[in-house]
């Protein structure tokens, strides 16, 4: 059985082209990673990032992590799918699949 | 886990993967490795790593592998990648 509140995150994913689930916010990053990703969203020309802080939710967290099965934050979702955590978004805009998946 | 049972583990995702594994700090636990691979093809970034993160279930939640830092490729991104 799914979490409850995986709902919520599937709402928030898919009424977002860019969303970053993160500890902190992008004007206030509580983490050296979620902070790095959010510079390479920047860099690779997102205006609007929306971000849902982690620490402030503890359900909301297990969920997420239960809704991707990926065990650590951030988490970045573009167009409604995830792609991954900061290392995976910054290989991908090296490569330039970043920028093609933002088109 | 050894660098030759870590290479032995990824090779089962297909016979003809290229697998290179660097052990970062010396104990056998902080691993960086580079796969290439014709099961990528078509598949995100994450869902590669995903597929390797599988093989490894056991000694992740063990904690026998505390950290793996990975690069995928399929074989015409890692051509384009050597190329440049």
């Not at chain 1, 951030?74 to 998946?101: A, H, N, S, T, Y």
């Amino acid at each position: 059985m799914a979490h409850p509140l995986v709902s919520e995150v599937e709402k928030l994913v898919q009424s977002n082209d860019v969303v970053i689930y993160m500890k902190g916010s992008p004007d206030f990053p509580m983490c050296g990673f979620s902070s790095r990703a959010c510079a390479v969203l920047k860099a690779a020309g997102v205006e609007k990032i929306a971000s849902f802080d982690v620490l402030s939710d503890d359900d909301m967290w297990t969920a997420l992590e239960d809704f991707t099965q990926w065990p650590t934050v951030p988490q970045i979702f573009v167009k409604g799918k995830f792609i991954g955590g900061c290392d995976i978004v910054g290989e991908m805009f090296e490569r330039g699949e970043l920028q093609d998946l933002l088109k | 886990m050894t660098s030759e049972q870590l290479q032995a583990r990824i090779q089962q995702l297909h016979p003809e993967t290229l697998v290179e594994v660097n052990d970062l700090t010396g104990t056998q636990d902080h691993w960086q490795v580079l796969v290439v691979s014709p099961v990528f093809d078509g598949k995100m970034m994450v869902e590669q790593q995903r597929m390797i993160m599988g093989l490894l279930k056991a000694e992740i939640d063990s904690n026998e592998v505390h950290a793996l830092s990975m690069k995928t490729f399929t074989p015409e991104q890692y051509k384009k990648f050597k190329g440049k």
